[in-house]
Structure formats: C-alpha cells, structure tokens
C-alpha cells in the first residue's frame, strides 16, 4: 500500500469549515464515471454511507485548536487490489483495517470519512480526518499529528509496496488534488512531511511543534 498525506488545515483558521466542507464536496462530487456507479459514497468508521453535511460536522466536532482536520489518499499495491477486487463494501472494509492500524499506531480513537475513487488507472481513497482524537490509554483528547514516518508505517502494512510507477502515480494524484483546491481558494497550510523535512534541517528540531502551537 502506498498512503499520501495531502494537507492539513490549522484549528485557528477562520476559514477552516468552508475548506472543510469544500474538500468534502470535492471528494464526494468529482466528475468521473466511478460517480454514476455509486463510487462517490461518503462512509465512515461504522457507517457504510453518511451525508456530507454529517460528515462535516463530526469531523468539526472533532478538530482541535492547533488542527481542523487531515486529508490523505489511501492506494492499494497491485497485490492488495487483487484481493479486494471491484466491490465497493470490500473497498471500505480495506480502508477501515487500514485505518484501524492508523489508531493503533497513534494509540487514539480517529474520527474520520472517506470516499472511493475509481476514475485513474489506480484506484484510491481519499479520508477526511479529524485534527483531535481520544488517547486510548488516558482517555483525554489530543491532536493527531500525522508525519512522514506514520506513512511509511502505513505502507509496511500492505503485502507489497507497489512498483515505482504505482508511486508516481499516487503522486500525481495528491498534487493535482492539491492544485485544484488551491486554485478554488481551499488549498491546505502545508503538510506535515513538508513541515518534517523543514524540521529536519532545523539544528532545533521544533519548527513542527510549533506549526502546532500557533
């Protein structure tokens, strides 16, 4: 499996529910013809269909001050897909074992919405994730911070990690997302990898934790 963080949205953002609610509109009602096929459905963690405007506001109710929500794209290896074929329950039954690893590794409760999408020559999920989550342990709730490394964990998941062009390709497609929704206006404050490699070259090693913090 390959996973893609494609942006975050900071909790302090005033604009932070019309983006929300953009993307999710984006997600749900992208042209393409999985859409006529019933492959835009908006599911959940225990809800094999849920209206937009609900998921929307679960996903509000779960965000944080230092962050609203993630996006991600979630691509099988050609191994995965074999086996999860072109039915949409085993689509989301493979997005919820996936996301159910997410939780353990976090060690929190995630509140999150997705929809599948079958319009390139690889198929994906794009998840709507909550910036806040229940510590399984202390039952408090805190921000899911999302880096590099909890990506690569998620790909150790998969039974193969795909070929290059499989890379490429999930790529392109957490870029154009990107793209467009920079273009209407909705585009994220930055990703959390990014902010990691900027950490990275940071003697101090906390600008991430301050991205945070704002």
């Known amino acids: ?20 609610g ?11 013809e999985d859409k006529e096929t019933g492959g835009r459905e908006i599911f959940g963690k225990d809800a094999d269909q849920v209206d937009r405007h609900e998921a929307k506001e679960d996903i509000e109710a779960h965000g ?13 290896s050609d191994e995965e897909r074999e086996g999860i074929g072109d039915d949409l329950d085993a689509w989301k039954t493979w997005t919820r074992e996936v996301m159910s690893d997410l939780e353990d ?4 409760e995630l509140t999150w919405y997705a929809t599948f999408h079958d319009n390139t020559d690889n198929p994906h999920v794009h998840v709507v994730m909550a910036g806040s989550g229940t510590d399984l342990e202390s039952g408090e709730d805190r ?71 704002r």
């Open 105 to 108: 590794m976090k060690g929190q």
């Open 1 to 20: 499996m390959i996973s893609r963080g494609t942006g975050y949205i900071k909790g302090a953002d005033g604009r932070a529910g019309t983006k929300l």
């Open 64 to 76: 944080d001050a230092h962050v609203a929500y993630h996006k991600m794209v979630l691509s099988p």
């Open 143 to 213: 921000t899911v911070k999302m880096f590099r490394e909890d990506y690569r964990a998620l790909d150790e998941f998969g039974q193969d990690h795909g070929h290059f062009e499989h890379n490429d390709m999930v790529n392109e497609i957490a870029k154009g997302e990107e793209t467009r929704e920079r273009e209407q206006g909705y585009g994220s404050q930055g990703t959390m990898e990014g902010n990691r490699e900027r950490e990275e070259h940071d003697p101090g090693g906390h600008k991430h934790e301050h991205e945070y913090e």
């Open 22 to 32: 953009a993307h999710i509109n984006y997600i749900s009602h992208r042209a393409g």
